[in-house]
């Protein structure tokens, strides 16, 4: 006779009280939950701060190439951070200095012949029918209704203006303090990764700091060439407002592709309503070849190994950085976003060499 095996008896209701279960939690999962929700409320209570450090990390980074230049010459840090810093503001001072008047005359005289020019296009925009394009007094009036709606805000606007001045001092202030510490900002990187993974991100920070400088060394180097080219050949074919258009051309050539598109277009169009089609032909085959010098010569010769971001990545870019911080947040969100992108690349490639070992 076989023996009866003994098979003890587990209730189904362990874990449950009156048919639910009893979900059991730590006092110290707990106070986790607390300090991951507190810590989240505190970042959204500083989140105009943060986003400064951010802005000022950047500009940190993107000078921190030439005050390792002056390093090398035996100059103090402190003395090159303080000739890098002022240096840049001196250049972009005299800049306006002497850029301000000649933009300032020639809206003032864009403003006086804008009747005159609205008649030479009004061929080309009956076209568009949209009413208020059709006569030049329909044209004013709607400009005017949208100036008044635009005063009804003027607090607000200079609000914004004098915020956006405080902003940019503190920013500036705090890039410079940043740029003081040598190696500060790989030391502050690496109190919030383990300090089994110091190698590498080290190597990845540094890299990503060099390729992005240069990246947005290069950018603004184009873009010069594409606005110097822009007035240049608008002065030549006596094209009036030549200024404002090549730093209308330059400052929209920072968008990869689609910038110059859209600049180049909107001058050629200008030109053709005001001087004629065969000038328009003439600065289009200007501009594209300013454009294949700067695809073709400046970017292979200037940046071998700089950091290459698609346009689309680009522009995304510039309309969070935009968004958040305006005109200068759309510039600095481009090298920003190249940092996480040369970071998040770095990162795949070693694993995926980390794979092909194991294979």
């Not at 001196?90 to 006086?112: C, D, K, N, R, T």
């Not at 971001?309 to 481009?334: M, R």
């Amino acid at each position: 006779m076989n023996e009866e095996r003994q098979i003890d008896y587990v209730p189904d209701d362990i874990g449950r009280t009156n048919g639910s279960r009893v979900l059991d939690i730590s006092w110290a999962t707990i106070l986790k939950i607390i300090f991951a929700l507190g810590a989240l409320y505190f970042i959204f209570l500083v989140r105009d701060i943060l986003i400064w450090f951010i802005f000022a990390l950047v500009i940190s980074v993107l000078f921190n190439p030439a005050i390792n230049f002056f390093r090398k010459l035996h100059i103090p840090r402190v003395m090159a951070a303080i000739l890098v810093y002022l240096s840049v503001f001196v250049f972009l001072g005299v800049f306006m200095y002497i850029l301000a008047p000649l933009l300032f005359s020639e809206l003032q005289q864009f403003s006086i012949n804008l009747p005159t020019y609205f008649n030479q296009a009004a061929p080309y925009l009956s076209g568009l029918k949209i009413e208020a394009l059709q006569n030049f007094q329909s044209f004013t009036e709607a400009l005017g209704r949208g100036l008044s709606s635009a005063s009804s805000n003027i607090f607000t606007a200079i609000a914004a203006i004098f915020g956006g001045i405080a902003s940019t001092i503190v920013i500036f202030s705090i890039a410079f303090f940043l740029s003081l510490e040598e190696e500060g900002l790989a030391k502050a990187i690496m109190l919030v990764f383990p300090r089994r993974y110091k190698t590498k991100i080290l190597t990845v920070w540094q890299r990503s700091q060099k390729k992005v400088a240069a990246w947005f060394g290069v950018r603004i180097i184009c873009c010069f060439f594409i606005g110097l080219a822009t007035g240049i050949a608008c002065y030549v074919l006596n094209i009036k407002y030549a200024a404002f258009f090549g730093l209308f051309a330059g400052v929209f050539n920072i968008i990869l592709t689609i910038g110059p598109f859209l600049s180049g277009t909107a001058i050629a169009l200008f030109i053709l309503a005001i001087a004629g089609l065969p000038k328009a032909i003439i600065f289009l085959i200007i501009f594209f070849v300013a454009q294949e010098i700067e695809s073709y010569i400046i970017m292979p010769v200037l940046s071998k190994r700089f950091l290459r971001l698609s346009p689309s990545l680009v522009l995304i870019s510039l309309l969070i950085g935009a968004k958040l911080w305006g005109l200068l947040g759309a510039i600095l969100a481009i090298p920003l976003v190249g940092i996480f992108f040369e970071l998040i690349q770095g990162f795949f490639e070693k694993k995926e060499a980390i794979e092909q070992r194991l294979l």
